[in-house]
């Protein structure tokens, strides 16, 4: 299995920048995608970005040039992802949910984490 811890949420104003920490242990070898999806009140979760084993990326419209995903190489036992939030609107305001894909295991979760944009 693949536990997920998440980190660096909380309030920003319109325009600031967050960045988001995913640590991911247990059997990393086997993730071959991690992303972050987005959930805001009364709205479905939906993806907002996404980085494969093999370095490809993939981002929601919505964030595209004000959002980066990236990775640190697994080091030990933790693999961890990041999602640079730049330019930071109020309609970014969610909880921000981790995701691993695994191909041994089914995907993972983190516990979730509160962003709020707001002045």
């Known amino acids: 299995q693949v536990q997920l811890v998440e980190s660096g949420g909380g309030l920003v104003q319109p325009g600031g920048s967050l960045r988001l920490s995913c640590a991911a242990s247990?059997?990393?070898?086997?993730?071959?995608?991690m992303g972050w999806y987005r959930q805001a009140p009364g709205k479905q979760r939906e993806l907002v970005a996404i980085?494969?084993?093999?370095?490809?990326?993939?981002?929601?419209d919505s964030v595209k040039g004000r959002f980066t995903i990236s990775r640190d190489n697994a080091k030990n036992t933790v693999y961890t992802v990041y999602l640079q939030m730049n330019s930071l609107k109020p309609e970014d305001t969610a909880v921000y949910y981790c995701?691993?894909?695994?191909?041994?295991?089914?995907?993972?979760w983190g516990q979730g984490i509160q962003v709020t944009v707001s002045s």
């Open positions: 995701n691993a894909r695994s191909s041994m295991y089914p995907s993972s």
């Open positions: 980085l494969t084993s093999g370095g490809n990326t993939n981002y929601a």
């Open positions: 247990g059997s990393i070898f086997s993730i071959f995608a």
